[in-house]
């Protein structure tokens, strides 16, 4: 769904360097997620596949390096 409108909407917050982590739902193939959220200097630090596994969904958690 919206998790990439969220995300730019949420720029600002993102470069906050309060801002330590986030957990985002995205598909397997969703990519461009993954690359804005390295680019504004944050990991994959967990993967949390949903239950459901026709769905490629998952839990993701990413860390400020």
Same mark, same amino acid.
């Given at each position: 769904? #919206?998790?990439?409108?969220?995300?730019?909407?949420?720029?600002?917050?993102?470069? #906050?360097?309060?801002?330590?982590?986030?957990?985002?739902?995205?598909? $397997? $193939?969703?990519?461009?997620?993954?690359? !804005?959220?390295?680019?504004?200097?944050?990991?994959?630090?967990?993967? !949390?596949?949903?239950?459901?596994?026709?769905?490629?969904?998952? #839990?993701?958690?990413?860390?400020?390096?």
């Amino acid at each position: 769904g #919206n998790e990439w409108l969220i995300l730019q909407g949420a720029r600002e917050t993102l470069g #906050n360097p309060l801002m330590k982590s986030i957990l985002i739902e995205m598909a $397997e $193939e969703d990519t461009k997620i993954q690359k !804005y959220l390295t680019e504004k200097g944050f990991s994959v630090h967990a993967k !949390y596949p949903q239950s459901v596994p026709e769905a490629k969904l998952s #839990n993701c958690i990413f860390k400020k390096s």
